[in-house]
């Protein structure tokens, strides 16, 4: 059952409710009846996000020829190789 009742508001709340309710493409009664079900009723649940777990790599490969990892030395010696040829090439 549907009953006609009287609602004050402020002229520019007013205004903004018919501007809304023509973009909505509805009427200012429809606009009001949903605002007032929304407070009543209570905010719907949000559901918890889902948990993403990050992308596990699939890369293969290993080190270069000839670079042995438990020689420091040598992990320096091509470090200091591929800072100069991008010094060569202006660290492009």
Do not use: C, H, W
């Amino acid at each position: 059952m549907t009953e006609r009742t009287t609602v004050r508001l402020p002229g520019d709340l007013l205004k903004k409710a018919r501007r809304k309710a023509a973009d909505e493409n509805t009427t200012l009664t429809a606009l009001m009846e949903e605002g007032l079900r929304y407070v009543v009723e209570g905010q719907p649940k949000k559901k918890p996000a889902k948990r993403k777990l990050p992308r596990i790599s699939t890369a293969t490969g290993g080190f270069l020829p000839g670079i042995d990892i438990s020689n420091n030395a040598s992990i320096q010696e091509l470090e200091d190789e591929e800072y100069i040829e991008r010094l060569k090439r202006g660290f492009r």
